[in-house]
């Protein structure tokens, strides 16, 4: 069955006079563990220079002093320790069934873990959040181990090839194979899924884009939760999944391009991605 080639952008969202916060966003984050508290701190600072306007990042309680020092803009719900005992109750209570009305969009896994605490996380979220929505790392981990997803059209799969082999026991090499297997996998599980890499993939089974902005430089630890820090900041201000998929992709390998330019590949971190998303947007507003 043949797929659609998109090759152009679509716009960046505008911003109004007559606004507030509340106009651009009201994003959640699930991510960091103790483990891995910088997965968190990437994506809500990521989530904010792409323009939403209230981000609430959802992570163990223990990490809020690190977070507010790194993060003050950001609002935290602090959920159970992953070495804690399981309180259902508790999980229940921090992840209410109004999350639907809370929320515009919502992003899960970077940094997250797989244990028991964060599959009953995610289980809760899954159950009672049928919007936007971007899984990431660990959540995509979690699925790969067996936690039931329904099928969502309003979900954007995020895996570098090793999280996709994982959730699909191949690991397609070249083009072609890349374009088959990210169709199949959105046709069968729903969605939109970008595939990580040189030329990421963005498919939702009809249509496809490749992206070419980023450089090997960006191969570099916390890139990916930068990655879902955006796109799901778009999300969250009304792009649907294949677009937001598409600008994400595109602006996070171009502040990547401009970032090289300054520093060179070979020291680039991802905190550096974030710092040159604000000259991606404007070059890329400029360009349309």
């Known amino acids: ?17 007559d ?5 651009y966003g009201r994003i959640l984050l699930v991510a960091g563990s103790p483990a891995m508290p ?3 701190v990437l994506a809500a600072r990521a989530a904010l220079r792409s323009g939403t306007g209230l981000v609430t990042v959802a992570f163990a309680g223990s990490l809020a002093a690190t977070f507010t020092a790194a993060v003050p803009e950001a609002i935290q719900l602090p959920l159970p320790e992953p070495g804690a005992p399981e309180h259902d109750a508790e999980i ?6 109004d999350f639907r009305e809370r929320f515009d969009a919502i992003g899960v896994g970077p ?16 159950e009672v959040y049928d919007g936007p929505q971007v899984l990431d790392a660990d959540a995509l981990n979690l699925v790969a181990e067996g936690l039931p997803v329904s099928p969502s059209e309003k979900r954007i799969w995020t895996p570098h090839p090793g999280e996709f082999q994982r959730l699909t026991g191949t690991t397609p090499s070249g083009d072609a194979e890349r ?3 990210t169709r199949r996998f959105a046709s069968e599980r729903g969605g939109t ?3 990580k890499g040189n030329r990421t993939v963005v498919h939702d089974g009809d249509r496809f884009y490749v992206n070419l902005t980023g450089n090997p430089g960006m191969a570099t630890a916390g890139s990916g939760d930068v990655l879902t820090g955006a796109i799901t900041s778009l999300l969250g201000q009304g792009v649907d999944g294949f677009d937001a998929s598409q600008l994400g992709a595109h602006l996070h390998g171009y502040a990547g ?6 520093l060179g590949q070979p020291s680039l971190t991802a905190g550096d991605l974030i710092d040159y998303l604000p000259e991606a947007f404007r070059r890329t507003l400029e360009a349309e």
């Open 257 to 262: 391009d401009i970032a090289a330019e300054s």
């Open 92 to 97: 229940d209570h921090l992840i209410g069934d």
């Open 38 to 40: 910088g997965a968190a």
């Open 1 to 17: 069955m043949g797929t659609l080639h998109i090759t152009e952008l679509p716009p960046l969202p505008k911003r109004e006079p």
């Open 111 to 126: 940094g997250l873990g797989t244990s028991t605490a964060s599959r009953k996380v995610l289980a809760r979220i899954l």
């Open 179 to 181: 374009l088959e297997e």
């Open 193 to 195: 899924v970008l595939l």
């Open 19 to 23: 606004s507030h916060k509340g106009t």
